[in-house]
């Protein structure tokens, strides 16, 4: 059994997977754990899948990695107190799950959806000892995490998968853009796609995603 900080529901690899890998499940504001696990059935059988419940409750079944408030103009505001207590809640988990499982960081991918995925991305940028690869879909990144970033040499040979919606009237296409723009001086490997649609995965992005999930994992890491 998993000892971990932080609620979650988990599919464990296909028995008998030589080197499993690990991928690390993150929903959005008001959502659960259950909402990105359904995806589960699609990410290749050689990944032991944890979906994680974020830790700061709005309601019944409804979780957030952190409270915000738009301003008028449209500019955001975050509860910057809650976004790092969960940015260490999501590092403590990852850590843990990568012991307890034995899978080492070089096979573990965290990924999350909207505010989720503003966890990933702040994971990968500033912890990036714990994992391989970062998955970000119609997400964003944080002024706040920018001046914590790891320095490039310990990105060297990072993964990421950026994808967003063209017409997301959530997180607006420019946030995806904007991180694209940030990652490009850094030594990562950037995948960045623009779909049709709004602020929801479609089918067409999860197949992308997924056969990306798979290149990696098919592909010897570099070290």
């Keep these: 059994m998993l000892d971990l900080p932080l609620t979650f529901l988990q599919r464990p690899a296909a028995a008998g997977t030589p080197r499993p890998w690990l991928l690390v499940l993150m929903h959005g504001v008001g959502s659960n754990e259950q909402d990105l696990f359904g995806l589960s059935a699609q990410i290749p059988d050689r990944f032991h899948v944890l979906s994680l419940r974020a830790p700061n ?34 590092a403590q988990t990852v850590e843990a799950a990568s012991a307890q499982l034995g899978i080492p960081p070089e096979r573990v991918v965290v990924g999350g959806f909207s505010q989720g995925g503003i ?8 912890r990036p000892d714990l994992l391989h690869a970062a998955m ?88």
């Design 57 to 90: 409750r709005m309601g019944p079944g409804s979780h957030a990695w952190f409270d915000f408030s738009v301003e008028p103009g449209g500019a955001r505001s975050i509860n910057e107190a809650q976004e790092a207590a969960s940015r260490a809640l999501v």
């Design 119 to 126: 966890m990933a991305l702040s994971l990968l940028l500033t």
């Design 136 to 223: 970000v879909w119609h997400s964003r990144l944080l002024a706040q995490v920018v001046p914590l970033q790891a320095p490039s040499d310990a990105l060297r040979g990072k993964k990421l998968w950026l994808s967003h919606g063209t017409h997301d009237n959530v997180i607006p296409l420019a946030n995806a853009q904007a991180i694209a723009h940030h990652m490009a001086p850094l030594p990562v490997s950037v995948s960045y796609h623009e779909f049709p649609g709004a602020h929801e995965i479609r089918p067409s992005e999860l197949a992308a995603t997924v056969a990306w999930l798979e290149s990696l994992s098919t592909t010897p890491a570099p070290y």
